[in-house]
């Protein structure tokens, strides 16, 4: 027999099908409302830069209109909190009254947290409200190919044209968990658009990575940019190799654009940690291995697009379980950004989930410039933790608890 909390996890699956895409949000929160006595039930976005929660208005109400949402500051709240340790939060507000606040986390892609007020908070209302908050991560990542409400929620800055279309070009989540390796990207948009993408892709034996950088600035980076990424992905999916896919970028670009791209395309076998790695005038990796932080040094070929004969070499690795490998753009460690020691902040937050040390480089890069960066900053970290570690454990979502 199924149990009462699967039944009504069932129950907020099946609404939010049947509502329109802009009101699954209000059905979950309805549902918890009669589940649970639950009152001021609110959903937070995460900002585009992990810096802000914002409050996504309920449907009919008077801050519903674009603009109107209450925003606040993560750093110190309890919403951070929450998103980085991945659990519940819950404490008595007064009287009878509990405060929950749990993770909105699809495979360690934090959407944001669901908050409410409930009259008891014993462990199987945690449970619930937990599971629940996982399946409104599913809910959200299904219903926003299909409405802008949930992008325009993450946005906290006006956004130029070149920004829009760079955006487009990142993958949907920036933040994936498998069995072998944990990853998380981020880029922190520079004043004038400067052309920096990352992007990956899991097939079922091998997983793809890739970071580039559109010489230029605004619109013109952000449309080299384009043949760029859509380029690799061509070549990608129609499974060709990763030398393949460097001169399949490279021949889109002289043939189409003008300038260069900088890039590093990275192919890692599942099952044995072994990579192909391809630098295309690229900052090397930096990689953390039993506590030290160190240079790949590895052959640095042409960007994409040189106006003269390229040849793009396949360079052989292999990860250790254990590897933590960064990728970075040049907006990264040029300029204001050079004051930033990146290997000690990498050694720093060796212990924290790759998606934190996204928010602690970029944070770093991004004071360090006044908060006006020149050039796009980028950076993608992987974490190896190898053919033998077994499925990923997870509770609803990337490690919930409900302590």
């Known amino acids: 027999m199924a149990r009462d909390e699967d039944v009504g996890l069932d129950e907020v699956l099946w609404a939010a099908e049947d509502a329109a895409p802009v009101e699954s949000v209000d059905v979950v929160a309805q549902n918890l409302e009669k589940r649970f006595s639950a009152t001021q039930v609110s959903f937070w976005l995460v900002d585009m830069l992990g810096r802000e929660a914002v409050r996504l208005p309920r449907a009919g109400t008077a801050d519903q209109a674009r603009g109107a949402s209450e925003r606040l500051q993560l750093t110190g709240s309890v919403y951070d909190e929450v998103l980085r340790s991945q659990r519940l939060h819950h404490e008595r507000i007064g009287g009878e009254q509990w405060r929950l606040v749990a993770p909105v986390t699809n495979r360690g892609d934090c959407v944001g947290v669901l908050e409410m007020v409930v009259p008891y908070a014993d462990r199987a209302v945690r449970e619930a409200v937990a599971r629940t908050a996982h399946a409104l991560a599913y809910v959200v990542v299904t219903d926003r190919r299909f409405t802008d409400l949930y992008h325009w929620g993450r946005r906290t800055s006006p956004v130029s044209l070149a920004a829009e279309i760079q955006h487009q070009l990142l993958p949907t989540a920036p933040c994936c968990e498998g069995a072998q390796f944990t990853l998380a990207g981020?880029?922190?948009?520079?004043?004038?658009?400067?052309?920096?993408?990352?992007?990956?892709?899991?097939?079922?034996?091998?997983?793809?990575?890739?970071?580039?950088?559109?010489?230029?600035?605004?619109?013109?980076?952000?449309?080299?940019?384009?043949?760029t990424v859509n380029a690799l992905r061509g070549a990608r999916r129609a499974g060709r190799c990763i030398l393949d896919q460097a001169y399949t970028a490279h021949r889109a670009i002289t043939d189409h654009g003008v300038g260069m791209t900088t890039g590093q395309?990275?192919?890692?076998?599942?099952?044995?940690?072994?990579?192909?790695?391809?630098?295309?005038?690229?900052?090397?990796?930096?990689?953390?291995?039993?506590?030290?932080?160190?240079?790949?040094?590895?052959?640095?070929n042409l960007p994409f697009g040189a106006p003269v004969p390229v040849t793009y070499e396949v360079?052989?690795?292999?990860?250790?379980?254990?590897?933590?490998?960064?990728?970075?753009?040049?907006?990264?460690?040029?300029?204001?950004?050079?004051?930033?020691?990146?290997?000690?902040l990498i050694h720093d937050t060796r212990n924290e989930h790759p998606r934190e040390v996204v928010r602690t480089l970029t944070?770093?890069?991004?004071?360090?410039?006044?908060?006006?960066?020149?050039?796009?900053?980028?950076?993608?970290?992987?974490d190896w933790h190898g053919s033998a570690s077994g499925q990923r454990r997870t509770r609803y979502g990337s490690n919930a608890d409900v302590r």
């Open 315 to 344: 360079q052989h690795f292999r990860l250790r379980p254990g590897d933590r490998t960064v990728l970075v753009t040049d907006g990264m460690r040029d300029r204001a950004a050079s004051a930033v020691d990146l290997p000690a």
């Open 363 to 382: 944070r770093a890069v991004h004071d360090a410039c006044g908060g006006s960066l020149p050039d796009d900053a980028t950076v993608l970290v992987l």
């Open 186 to 227: 981020g880029l922190v948009p520079a004043d004038d658009i400067g052309g920096d993408t990352y992007d990956y892709a899991l097939d079922q034996d091998v997983l793809h990575l890739s970071v580039t950088d559109a010489m230029g600035h605004d619109t013109a980076s952000a449309l080299l940019a384009t043949l």
């Open 265 to 300: 395309l990275m192919r890692v076998k599942l099952q044995t940690g072994e990579c192909e790695l391809v630098n295309a005038g690229h900052p090397w990796p930096l990689r953390l291995r039993d506590g030290r932080v160190e240079e790949q040094t590895l052959k640095v």
